[in-house]
């Protein structure tokens, strides 16, 4: 079955500092994964999306995220954080149905990310 | 603001009840998806709907319903609800149905049973 795991359910950072937040799937055909963030009482929004080609993918608001098949890995990055950024970060993976035009996201549990100024 | 609309953003009700949860797709967005988060079994897949048609479907509660209508809006209906059903519930929406693609999510509706 298809799943995703976020180790971390915590992590604090200094503003400033570099962040990696992980992302390991399980899934047997070719992934399509995706980074989205959550901040208090709102939706989640994309941040990025890896369907194919470069293994490293740049999204919105400076983060980016490297794909590594060989560790079924997509890892998200930003080299410098700002207070703005504390929220909950989630890593998902899209899933084929079986009809046409069918498909999910599988998330993982989340990463509670804390900005310390 | 993603273009995805829910309503209510907040319902509160009593167990036993039934409500309706409302969802407007982004303009052109033909898929639409209901995900439920809570704090026990986190974000969950309940069911996608393409152009009308039911095209996935997660481990939606027999007591759960969904419709796309065919200006392509969306309802899910909650019905004997139970203290369990207390949940964020969002909507999401996407041009296509197939899995390299993106969806956008609503703000969600909060749903508390009491």
């Known amino acids: 079955a298809q799943s995703v795991t976020q180790p971390d359910i915590h992590i604090t950072v200094s503003e400033g500092a570099s962040l990696e937040l992980r992302c390991n799937y399980s899934y047997g055909a070719t992934p399509y994964l995706f980074w989205y963030v959550q901040s208090p009482g709102q939706g989640l929004q994309l941040l990025l999306k890896y369907f194919s080609g470069d293994t490293l993918v740049q999204g919105i608001k400076g983060f980016e995220a490297e794909f590594k098949r060989s560790q079924s890995s997509f890892n998200l990055r930003k080299p410098s954080v700002h207070w703005s950024d504390a929220a909950e970060y989630f890593c998902?993976?899209?899933?084929?149905?079986?009809?046409?035009?069918?498909?999910?996201?599988?998330f993982g549990a989340g990463t509670i990310l804390r900005v310390k100024s | 603001d993603s273009g995805v609309t829910q309503t209510p953003k907040h319902l509160i009700t009593a167990t036993g009840q039934r409500v309706t949860l409302r969802c407007s797709p982004r303009?052109?967005?033909?898929?639409v998806y209901w995900y439920q988060q809570s704090l026990d079994q986190g974000l969950q897949f309940l069911i996608q709907y393409y152009n009308g048609e039911e095209r996935a479907k997660g481990n939606i509660l027999e007591r759960f319903s969904a419709q796309q209508f065919p200006d392509l809006h969306s309802e899910l209906n909650l019905s004997s609800l139970e203290l369990g059903d207390s949940a964020l519930y969002f909507c999401a929406s996407s041009v296509g149905g197939t899995v390299n693609t993106e969806a956008f999510f609503g703000q969600g509706t909060r749903l508390t049973v009491v």
């Open positions: 998902a993976v899209g899933v084929r149905s079986l009809m046409e035009y069918g498909n999910k996201l599988v």
């Open positions: 303009s052109g967005d033909l898929s």
